[in-house]
């Protein structure tokens, strides 16, 4: 059994807020967690066509003919059951009465803001990390198996080959999701704008390109981004956001939260093909970075990281403020500690001065060290770091 990291926070704070909700992607596994933690709540799940005609012709009795503590899954589904379960809040006072779960985070997030805003508290549950698989006794494997395999919970606990899930994730994702969050008169061009998104991890976002690749307009191709990031299929990672008196990139760069989807869509076979892939770098990178965002996400923590990259070339893979100093950190996808591991994070120092700087080398290699310039980490010892 996985064991999520998210379980001791969520139980957490449904003692202080009368709803919680948990969003994330389709299949990361909300349904499974909120019923382990909230074993002893009603479980209603609005997928089910009698429940949910149930519920849209009185949400009223709905609510109230059920066990005094409830989980609402699918929630969004009938947008009519908030005003009621806001009533029910107040009235009761009852910290923790109802948990509701949903994957289409657009619309659930709408209605919370209307009807719940001050009732509610709100975490995301993000696809398996490295860490958590570890922790649960997973075997130690290189890295490149964790981002072929990817981090949802089912192909994982079923050992289910990623050929054998993806493809129908992604056709229900679009038939379920995208014709409901936004008007897509062309599945397939969407299908196709996935896997350009997916050719584009670990690069600075250009919609123009996107249109032009695809026959869209750009404010459409930044539309359907948006939309891959309401529904945790895709992140932008900002540029950083203070003024060091140099001409830095303003350009966001793109993420996936799983890497096992990226691999799907590039048309990687196994594990073995990404070594020798054009985009094995930014593979690699991408599944640090994306590790970083769960880790955080995990705690109930909003992530606040950036990157930073100047306009001729110098970049530094991944920053985060902590109090007067940043903590900078470089990825690198090969195996043997090498001098240019280095040279961005001496830039960095250089013009953040007089900020300190804790730098951070993560590596696909073994060796563990402290240089004068940063700590170089081998990936492996990430869930540390």
């Not at 939309?227 to 001409?247: C, D, M, W, Y």
């Not at 109090?323 to 690198?332: D, R, V």
Request: glycine share 6%; with cysteine; proline share 5%.
């Amino acid at each position: 059994m996985i064991i999520r990291e998210l379980h001791l926070y969520l139980k957490q704070i449904a003692g202080y807020f009368p709803v919680v909700t948990l969003t994330g992607p389709r299949q990361s596994g909300k349904t499974t967690l909120t019923r382990q933690v909230f074993s002893n709540h009603e479980y209603r799940n609005l997928e089910d066509p009698e429940e949910r005609q149930f519920a849209l012709n009185d949400p009223k009795a709905f609510l109230r003919n059920g066990a005094a503590n409830m989980i609402i899954d699918e929630a969004q589904y009938v947008p009519q059951l908030f005003s009621y379960i806001q009533l029910l809040a107040d009235e009761k006072k009852v910290n923790g009465q109802f948990i509701l779960s949903g994957s289409q985070n657009f619309l659930l997030m709408e209605k919370i803001t209307q009807s719940l805003a001050g009732r509610a508290a709100i975490l995301n549950l993000l696809p398996v990390s490295t860490r958590e698989l570890l922790q649960s006794g997973w075997p130690q494997k290189d890295w490149t198996y964790f981002v072929f395999q990817g981090g949802y919970p089912g192909p994982l606990s079923r050992n289910l080959h990623p050929k054998d899930f993806y493809p129908f994730y992604i056709q229900s994702y679009i038939e379920r999701d995208i014709r409901q969050l936004v008007n897509v008169t062309d599945l397939e061009r969407f299908r196709t704008f996935i896997s350009l998104c997916a050719s584009r991890v670990g690069q600075q976002i250009n919609y123009s390109h996107f249109g032009n690749e695809l026959g869209i307009d750009s404010k459409t191709a930044a539309r359907w981004l948006s939309v891959l990031e309401t529904s945790f299929i895709a992140f932008k990672l900002p540029q950083f956001h203070r003024n060091f008196g140099k001409r830095l990139i303003k350009s966001p760069k793109l993420y996936f939260y799983d890497t096992g989807l990226v691999c799907y869509l590039l048309g990687l076979k196994n594990e073995g093909d990404i070594p020798g892939h054009y985009l094995k770098g930014n593979l690699f990178e991408n599944f640090i970075i994306s590790e970083f965002y769960k880790n955080k996400f995990n705690k109930g923590e909003k992530p606040a990281f950036h990157y930073l990259r100047d306009n001729i070339g110098n970049e530094v893979d991944l920053v985060s403020e902590s109090g007067n100093s940043l903590n900078a950190i470089e990825i690198k996808s090969g195996t043997t500690i090498q001098p240019d591991f280095f040279k961005h994070l001496q830039w960095l120092k250089t013009i953040a001065s007089p900020t300190e700087v804790i730098s951070y080398a993560i590596y696909a290699g073994t060796m563990q060290q402290e240089r004068s310039l940063a700590s170089v980490c081998p990936w492996h010892t990430l869930p540390e770091v």
